[in-house]
């Protein structure tokens, strides 16, 4: 066993951990892991050069108190080795390690039993906007698939731009040669279920929606 009078030793509760741990030491069972005995020498240094109080040490490092916790759960502090006021300080120490652990555990408790009856958030989605099942242009119901550029071109419009002398009206605009308003093939071969969707094959020779702008 190493000698542990090199490392310091702590005060009340703390230096009553250190002696769980030094009997721990002292227990010659071939199956303890070295690598168990080196942790608890580590932790014996550590509490002699600590700070903290015992009523600290769960929430300073959890790993450690709960070492020390379960190393006085199973030694026994012999009364007939050390005063009564060292098993007094053991007593406390083990008291306040076992009261922190529990009210960890209730609080962990309440922390799980909290998330279970959490009601789930209602899910948000984005309202789905209706495809558009169709566009209207000059009283023509065209298919939304169908390009809206040659649609306006299939459809006439003058605008009123002054009175000559003699009363007559001026108007510019343009008017169109194609499309269901003015080709009597479009119209036959272009509707699908209500709705406008090709030229004929002749506008579409001559060209999508052609139009010619003149004033008159």
């Excluded at 550590?46 to 450690?64: C, H, I, M, P, R």
């Excluded at 199973?74 to 120490?93: E, F, G, T, V």
């Excluded at 009206?169 to 308003?181: K, M, N």
């Amino acid at each position: 066993m190493e000698n542990l009078d090199k490392y310091e030793k702590g005060v009340g509760p703390i230096y009553g951990c250190q002696l769980a741990l030094q009997t721990f030491l002292e227990d010659e069972d071939a199956t303890i892991e070295l690598s168990k005995r080196e942790y608890a020498v580590s932790i014996y240094k550590w509490l002699g050069s600590t700070e903290y109080s015992v009523d600290e040490l769960f929430e300073k490092d959890f790993k450690k108190a709960l070492f020390i916790l379960e190393i006085q759960d199973k030694y026994y502090i012999s009364p007939n080795r050390y005063n009564s006021n060292l098993i007094m300080n053991c007593i406390d120490a083990f008291s306040s390690l076992k009261y922190q652990y529990e009210m960890i555990l209730k609080n962990e408790f309440k922390t799980v039993a909290s998330l279970k009856n959490l009601k789930p958030k209602k899910k948000i989605f984005a309202k789905k906007v209706a495809p558009l099942k169709y566009y209207v242009v000059c009283n023509i119901k065209y298919h939304p698939s169908f390009p809206r550029e040659w649609a306006k071109n299939s459809c006439d419009y003058y605008i009123k731009t002054c009175d000559d002398e003699d009363g007559s009206e001026c108007y510019a605009g343009c008017y169109s040669w194609s499309g269901p308003e003015h080709c009597e093939m479009c119209k036959e071969e272009g509707f699908k279920n209500g709705l406008f969707v090709h030229f004929c094959k002749y506008c579409v020779g001559l060209g999508f929606g052609i139009r010619e702008c003149v004033k008159k």
